[in-house]
């Protein structure tokens, strides 16, 4: 091999590996954690696996912070205290983890601030810019076991935009994205790629885009839904992401370690499209727990995102 072949051979290592090392980078990973046990409650049965697999959340949290950049506050309902959602997104901050929030779309939204709509937000908004640029607070639309579809579709554009239309008001750095979800039987204007589209178009804010749901879309393609892949114009507003796999008999929040859902076919659709959010991991762990390290399972479906966004 000549001096010349030789010194363009390295570059070219050099340079994909450098390559490598910026997608890693870019590629942000995150974990959907219960805000029981981030507020440190270890007594309900999902908190008290987390505590089995992580020990107490201080432990815990340092043991994912060499793995992810993000912990997402697991979904929580109206009636949760707000303060035990400040005391959950501190304990993340003082781990130095970004922190997105999976919250509920008020079926009525009352007051001029958006403090008033999630009351959890006024002890966390002042202190934010110290911790991360910006929040992103993941939604479901709203839904019915027997309602009218076209209604709750215009509901639930008529609410996510007055939460768009407070923080836009207020300049707040705060985001909402729409979940794509599971067809579960429910009346549901998000089961769908242009459900969930044709909602953020019709909200038309900068503050809201959609939330893609990996699993939620495979488990709907499976079932002959949804087409294999989502048209560009749904990518283009995916603002967050929640990721899992497909159990037995087709079960959702799996871990990745079940091979099922293509995560590099979604991921290369993202990067067309050259999306910069968050890759959450939104796993159920009662659901798998007895197939073996609540732990292992976990870390292995981080090392295997992280490895497909090489």
Known sequence: ??????????????????????????????????????????????????????????????????????????????????????????????????????????????????????????????????????????????????????????????????????????????YFALELNRYKGKVDPSTTYLGVLDMCLGINSAQVGIGWDWGHTYANVLKHLLPPEPPPSFLRKVIHTHIHDLGPNGGTHWPLTCGTVPLLDYLKLLKEVDYSGLFILELQPKKYADTGSVQELLLSSIRILRETGL
């Open 1 to 174: 091999m000549s001096i010349t072949t030789r010194i363009n051979s390295e570059v070219e290592h050099l340079k994909n590996s450098a390559e490598r090392a910026y997608r890693k980078v870019k590629m942000k990973i995150g974990l959907s954690l219960p805000s029981n046990y981030l507020s440190e409650i270890y007594n309900d049965p999902v908190s008290s696996i987390y505590y089995s697999a992580l020990g107490p959340v201080d432990s815990g949290l340092q043991l994912l912070r060499s793995e992810i950049e993000c912990i997402e506050l697991g979904f929580f309902m109206e009636n949760t205290p707000a303060e035990q959602i400040v005391e959950a997104v501190q304990n993340v901050w003082s781990a130095a983890l970004e922190v997105s929030v999976h919250a509920y779309l008020p079926e009525k939204i009352e007051g001029d601030d958006l403090t008033s709509v999630y009351t959890w937000l006024k002890s966390l908004l002042p202190i934010l810019e110290n911790h991360q640029h910006h929040m992103v607070i993941n939604l479901h639309a709203l839904t019915s076991l027997n309602g009218d579809l076209d209604r709750l579709k215009e509901k639930t554009v008529e609410n996510l935009k007055r939460l768009a239309d407070l923080a836009t008001a207020q300049k707040l750095p705060v």
